[in-house]
């Protein structure tokens, strides 16, 4: 598997911290920084998993700033991009079964590193559980077509 990562400054600890845990497992990993602690706007960052992601150039993302919440956003203009920012076991493993994400967003500033790394570890070996929820993404899929008329009620 290769994955995609990158925080801003908010993120940055934590975004190393999963590098550290990804190598380990030996999984290809590419870095897109920040590397430093320097202030920096989280959408330089997160544009790059995303972009990855969407093209297809990895199989999935990782992100963290702050909170999480302005990765998600970026994350989920691009096509086929599914992030989800998660604040828990419960939440990271559900991203997986039901939403199929393929970016994990975290909140540097909300998360306990261990939890962190334990949400990582079930997001990374948790499956889709198709089915229902394939629908679901299909109907998302639908959206990003353009067939939402935004006039309509
Ligand atoms: C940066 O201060 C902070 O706004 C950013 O890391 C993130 O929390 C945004 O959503």
């Given at each position: 598997?290769?994955?995609?990562?990158?925080?801003?400054?908010?993120g940055r600890?934590?975004?190393?911290?999963?590098?550290?845990?990804?190598?380990?497992?030996?999984?290809?990993?590419?870095?897109?920084?920040?590397?430093?602690?320097?202030?920096?706007?989280?959408?330089?960052?997160?544009?790059?998993?995303?972009?990855?992601?969407?093209?297809?150039?990895?199989?999935?993302?990782?992100?963290?700033?702050?909170?999480?919440?302005?990765?998600?956003?970026?994350?989920?203009?691009?096509?086929?991009?599914?992030?989800?920012?998660?604040?828990?076991?419960?939440?990271?493993?559900m991203s997986?079964?039901?939403?199929?994400?393929?970016?994990?967003?975290?909140?540097?500033?909300?998360?306990?590193?261990?939890?962190?790394?334990?949400?990582?570890?079930?997001?990374?070996?948790?499956?889709?559980?198709?089915?229902?929820?394939?629908?679901?993404?299909?109907?998302?899929?639908?959206?990003?077509?353009?067939?939402?008329?935004?006039?309509?009620?």
């Amino acid at each position: 598997m290769k994955i995609a990562i990158a925080s801003d400054h908010g993120g940055r600890e934590l975004k190393e911290e999963i590098v550290a845990l990804l190598k380990e497992k030996g999984i290809d990993v590419m870095d897109y920084g920040a590397d430093n602690p320097e202030s920096v706007d989280y959408p330089d960052y997160g544009i790059k998993v995303a972009k990855a992601v969407s093209k297809g150039t990895v199989d999935r993302g990782i992100l963290s700033c702050g909170t999480g919440i302005g990765m998600s956003i970026v994350a989920n203009k691009f096509p086929d991009v599914r992030a989800a920012l998660c604040t828990n076991m419960y939440t990271a493993r559900m991203s997986r079964l039901h939403n199929d994400a393929n970016v994990l967003v975290l909140g540097g500033r909300t998360l306990e590193k261990e939890v962190a790394l334990l949400m990582v570890e079930a997001w990374l070996k948790t499956e889709f559980e198709g089915g229902r929820h394939q629908r679901r993404l299909d109907k998302i899929k639908e959206l990003e077509k353009g067939l939402f008329n935004n006039k309509e009620e």
